[in-house]
């Protein structure tokens, strides 16, 4: 569950970061206020944190993320 939580996240952050290098548009931004408002900064810790535990899935076993996305 954490690991496809994560994944969510990267996804959203990695959509967000297209958005502003092809049309200089953050979308967090815009929607919750800009990006010194509190929602946004939480939304962007959020983000960093879920690409953090994504990199651990480049650094186990075959079997322990197959054993983990089947629960």
Known sequence: MLDKTALVLTIIGALNWGSIGLFRFDIVAWLFGGQTAVISRIVYTLVALAGLWCLSLLFR???????????
């Open 61 to 71: 076993h075959d079997g322990d993320v197959v054993e983990n996305i089947e629960r």
